[in-house]
């Protein structure tokens, strides 16, 4: 019998063995992101990034620390963990998210937003009409589409606080949240950037959120990766996420 200090290094050891690495793991297999303002399971991956990246990478996924200091999840095509997309719709409100984040509006409001105030936004940076197609296809934009429409805003605006991109300020329906730098997930682009906040508007009004090649990319890497092992098996059924370094996992 292998002895297991054989496969695996004391220090690694000490990070499985720790009482807070059972809660990180789940929030990290569930797709939420950890960042700064999470003091002690930020700290717990600073101290262990190394030794965790290399545990993750026999599921086929990567432990990526962003530029920004926040920590998640990165699969790779033959990941072992489940995985589900975001939609079209949860990226383009992802990256006014990030568009918020960036604008003056965040220190003047003491870094506090409504939902309210992303729909409004959303409707300012993009085209309605387009919106209002995505919702349903055979929209004549009435006040019912425009009501769908608010309702799947604040759907996806929920869906990005369950992956930790913002925090709930106030009781929990109180619609109010804060912005966690987690959201440049959806903003890799501007990093480099004369003008973050223009180029942020400028991807949303293109539409880039809402057409992730890379995404499609990776289904087809990941298909072609299963053809041969399909056989009479039957396959499992997999949720599929990630949202390129434009989009994320739950």
């Known amino acids: ?126 085209d309605e009409g387009k919106l209002l197609k995505a919702v349903n296809q055979r929209s004549s934009g009435s006040d019912l589409d425009k009501q769908k429409l608010s309702e799947k805003v604040r759907a996806a605006i929920g869906r990005l606080r369950r992956l930790g991109m913002i925090h709930t300020v106030g009781e929990q329906h109180s619609g109010k949240f804060t912005i966690s730098e987690s959201v440049f997930r959806f903003g890799a682009e501007v990093r480099s950037g004369d003008d973050p906040l223009e180029a942020q508007a400028r991807l949303i009004r293109d539409g880039e959120a809402a057409t992730p090649q890379s995404l499609e990319l990776e289904k087809q890497a990941k298909a072609a990766s299963h053809a041969d092992e399909l056989d009479d098996e039957e396959s499992a059924v997999e949720i599929d996420e990630e949202f390129d370094d434009a989009g994320e996992q739950e």
Do not use: W
Request: proline content about 5%; charged content about 20%; overall charge negative.
């Open 1 to 126: 019998m292998t002895d297991i200090q054989d496969v695996i290094s004391p220090k690694l050891a000490n990070a499985i063995a720790n009482p807070i690495f059972p809660t990180v793991d789940s929030l990290l297999r569930s797709g939420r992101h950890i960042s700064t303002d999470q003091l002690d399971n930020h700290a717990f991956l600073m101290d262990f990034q190394n030794e965790l990246d290399g545990f993750y990478r026999r599921y086929n996924v990567e432990l990526i620390r962003a530029p920004e200091g926040f920590f998640y999840l990165r699969p790779k095509a033959t990941t072992l963990i489940a995985r589900s997309v975001l939609s079209e719709l949860e990226m383009l409100v992802g990256k006014v998210l990030c568009y918020l984040y960036l604008s003056p509006e965040r220190l003047a409001q003491q870094g506090i937003f409504s939902t309210q105030e992303v729909y409004d936004e959303l409707l300012n940076l993009a």
